[in-house]
């Protein structure tokens, strides 16, 4: 299960829907080892699409760097969809390398900005998708 702060929330979806109509993407540290996100830390979508995302290899390599000086790990990685369900693509399992992370997906297809969204959240370990619980926290 996802435990995860309704603050947090409304930034990976402010952050997904002011991105659109490409993906956004990003990270939420979280102390090693206790799987809580807690820093939000938006990414830039290298590849500037609407259908794939990509971290920039230099800002990911300062991320780790940063994570590993303050004892955190990725407890939280997600993106949005912009044209289909927040489900993960064959593409974002082959992407999926964190086997604590949770994936986060934001669908922001046909909505706008006062307009529903679907928010799930998925465990990828060894191309194995599960879909979890998600708690939101005050």
């Known amino acids: 299960m996802l435990k995860i702060s309704q603050s947090l ?15 956004a993407c990003g990270v939420i540290a979280g102390p090693v080892g206790e799987g809580r996100p807690e820093r939000f830390i938006p990414m830039l979508n290298a590849a500037r699409s609407p259908t794939f995302y990509e971290f920039d ?3 990911l390599l ?7 000086d303050r004892d955190e790990e990725p407890a939280v990685i997600y ?5 289909t369900e927040a489900y993960p693509s064959r593409t974002d399992v082959t992407y999926a390398n964190e086997p604590n992370a949770h994936y986060v997906l934001v ?3 046909d909505t706008d900005d006062a307009g529903p969204f679907q928010f799930r959240s998925y465990r990828i370990v060894e191309g194995e998708i599960t879909e979890e619980e998600v708690e939101i926290t005050a």
Do not use: F, N
Request: no cysteine; net charge negative; hydrophobic share 25%.
């Open 62 to 68: 300062k991320l780790y760097r940063e994570m590993d």
């Open 9 to 23: 929330v409304d930034q990976i979806v402010e952050h997904a829907r002011k991105d659109h109509p490409d993906e």
């Open 57 to 59: 290899s230099g800002d």
């Open 79 to 83: 993106h949005s969809h912009t044209a």
């Open 107 to 109: 669908s922001t297809a």
